[in-house]
């Protein structure tokens, strides 16, 4: 049984790093993609970064590059987005993600293509 397990979150101030963790298990998942999406109340999820599976190439949305940098362990299992210079507009619940097979480039951002997500984490980033 696949399970994503997803121990960071916090509150922070604007300009503060945060680093994110999301642990998986079940199966192997080097040639799985894995991503993080957030949500905000009322609003669909949104695609924040992704990495290929295979040894892929890492995507990241226009809205957190340069400042949000995600990387993979597939020896350990494990994803991470490391959260620099956040902002208020990043507080949302953040979530890993991961499929059984992999998407194509154009899909890799579409919440729906994904088999399977962590519980969620708040990220609060205060004025």
């Known amino acids: 049984q696949v399970q994503l397990v997803e121990p960071g979150g916090g509150l922070v101030q604007a300009g503060a790093s945060l680093r994110l963790s999301c642990a998986a298990s079940?199966?192997?998942?080097?040639?799985?993609?894995m991503a993080w999406f957030r949500q905000t109340p009322g609003k669909e999820r949104e695609f924040v970064a992704a990495?290929?599976?295979?040894?892929?190439?890492?995507h990241h949305a226009d809205s957190v590059k340069g400042r949000f940098s995600m990387s993979r362990d597939n020896a350990k299992n494990t994803m991470h987005l490391q959260m620099n210079s956040l902002r208020p507009e990043d507080t949302a619940v953040y979530y890993c993600?991961?499929?059984?097979?992999?998407?194509?480039?154009?899909?890799?951002?579409?919440?729906?293509?994904?088999?399977?997500w962590g519980q969620g984490i708040q990220v609060t980033v205060s004025t």
């Open positions: 993600a991961t499929n059984n097979n992999r998407l194509i480039l154009s899909r890799l951002r579409v919440a729906k293509k994904y088999d399977y």
């Open positions: 079940g199966r192997t998942f080097r040639m799985s993609d």
């Open positions: 990495i290929r599976g295979g040894g892929g190439t890492t």
